[in-house]
């Protein structure tokens, strides 16, 4: 595993499609923990209208052999900036693919999408049942309550 991000200067991709994630050795293979990456101002373009759509991600997993390092996941979230996209397109995409090439034991992601047109849309996935034992904290993120 030869990280192409770290301690490296990289450009943000053009889109997710070119995004590369890069993954490393879990130092602490063999017992089950939770790592949660928080995204509070992550952006994507609403394939429509395109305008942009913004979210708070919050992506807890749970580590097989590798972990995703995080200079390159928060250049693959910053890709999403000029990618059109659904609100569950997004969200989903980026589970899938997180858990599709990292196969961690288990993997949920939140989207929590600030409105546009007066309706905010929450968005969650996930790989299946988290591991027996595995400590599951609330994601944190109130839901939407406009001004009131």
Same mark, same amino acid.
């Given at each position: 595993?030869?990280?192409?991000?770290?301690?490296?200067?990289?450009?943000?991709?053009?889109?997710?499609?070119?995004?590369?994630?890069?993954?490393?050795?879990?130092?602490?293979?063999?017992?089950?923990?939770?790592?949660?990456?928080?995204?509070?101002?992550?952006?994507?373009?609403?394939?429509?209208? /395109?305008?942009?759509?913004?979210?708070?991600?919050? %992506?807890?997993?749970?580590?097989?052999?590798?972990?995703?390092?995080?200079?390159?996941?928060?250049?693959?979230? /910053?890709?999403?900036?000029?990618?059109?996209?659904?609100? !569950?397109?997004?969200?989903?995409?980026?589970?899938?693919?997180?858990?599709? !090439?990292?196969?961690?034991?288990?993997?949920? %992601?939140?989207?929590?999408?600030?409105?546009?047109?007066?309706?905010? %849309?929450?968005?969650?996935?996930?790989?299946?049942?988290?591991?027996e034992g595995l400590w599951l904290p609330d994601q944190g993120v109130p839901g939407y309550r406009g001004r009131?």
């Amino acid at each position: 595993m030869n990280p192409l991000h770290l301690g490296q200067t990289s450009a943000l991709p053009a889109s997710p499609d070119v995004a590369t994630l890069d993954y490393v050795p879990n130092p602490r293979m063999g017992r089950p923990y939770l790592v949660r990456f928080s995204a509070p101002e992550f952006t994507s373009l609403c394939p429509v209208t /395109g305008q942009p759509d913004f979210a708070h991600l919050v %992506i807890d997993y749970a580590p097989g052999a590798t972990i995703v390092e995080s200079k390159s996941l928060k250049l693959f979230l /910053g890709s999403f900036r000029n990618h059109a996209g659904f609100h !569950e397109d997004c969200t989903v995409g980026i589970g899938e693919r997180l858990f599709e !090439e990292m196969q961690p034991l288990w993997l949920r %992601i939140g989207g929590y999408w600030y409105p546009r047109g007066g309706i905010p %849309i929450d968005v969650f996935w996930q790989s299946g049942a988290p591991p027996e034992g595995l400590w599951l904290p609330d994601q944190g993120v109130p839901g939407y309550r406009g001004r009131g």
